[in-house]
């Protein structure tokens, strides 16, 4: 009796951050703002991917970027978003480990009116429950390092499930990680979400990174209805 009662509520949470999602997501294709959960674990990559991306998009002619960068207490990132010239609010989530709607809206809120072509959520580090809470994202995608090892598709497979894209990031690792099964990987990730797309990539040497701007464009203007 007592486990049916914590289902419940359970339940009612995530049903009304869905609805608050759906409606983030309606406003924001009305504006034109392409919005993005970023998934990974701590030290995947996150906020280096981010940067070196932006800078592909910019290459491309987008103006218009921001970044919430949700960490559980620091402004670390939020920092280095900042240096690299791009408008970014930090969302502190002061312990919890994964971001929900209302705090989706009080970041963007904290731009005051801006207009994004792409906003880009880093979501917490965590490959767990960030993957239960729609963010109000068009699209969600998560990264793994090749130093984390190929196998993570085996122990978290909600996450891989429930992305449009996985990122390898880190591949200039690849030569000092022989057991990293890249094959393995793709046959895993693929059973569990059949129309996953899979970039590798190395924000150090800039690998995959044309072809990772290029999907995203091809997205944007799918899902915004451009
Ligand atoms: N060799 C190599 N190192 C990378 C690459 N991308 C990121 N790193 C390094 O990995 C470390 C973690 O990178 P971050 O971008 O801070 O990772 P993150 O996922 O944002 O980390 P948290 O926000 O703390 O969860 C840093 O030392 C980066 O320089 C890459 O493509 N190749
Ligand atoms: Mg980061």
Avoid at 96 to 113: I, N, S
Avoid at 118 to 145: K, Q, W
Wanted: hydrophobic share 45%; net charge negative.
């Amino acid at each position: 009796m007592e486990q049916r009662k914590v289902i419940e509520v359970k339940q009612n949470i995530l049903a009304a951050n869905d609805a608050a999602a759906d409606q983030f997501r309606a406003g924001r294709r009305q504006e034109g703002t392409f919005f993005v959960d970023v998934m990974a674990s701590p030290g995947a990559g996150k906020t280096t991917l981010l940067l070196a991306l932006i800078a592909q998009l910019r290459a491309l002619g987008v103006e218009d970027l921001g970044v919430i960068e949700a960490d559980l207490e620091s402004d670390v990132d939020a920092l280095k978003i900042k240096e690299a010239g791009v408008a970014s609010v930090e969302l502190n989530t002061r312990g919890v480990c994964h971001v929900e709607m209302g705090m989706v809206e009080r970041a963007f809120a904290a731009f005051g009116g801006m207009h994004f072509d792409y906003l880009f959520l880093e979501n917490i580090g965590n490959l767990v429950c960030p993957a239960e809470f729609d963010t109000g994202a068009h699209t969600r995608v998560m990264l793994l390092s090749v130093p984390e090892g190929w196998d993570k598709v085996m122990k978290y497979p909600p996450m891989f499930a429930a992305v449009d894209a996985l990122i390898v990031t880190k591949c200039d690792y690849l030569p000092l990680n022989e057991d990293f099964d890249m094959e393995r990987l793709k046959q895993e990730a693929r059973r569990l979400n059949p129309s996953l797309e899979i970039f590798i990539t190395s924000a150090r040497t800039g690998e995959g990174m044309p072809e990772l701007a290029a999907w995203f464009q091809k997205t944007r203007a799918e899902k915004l209805g451009l």
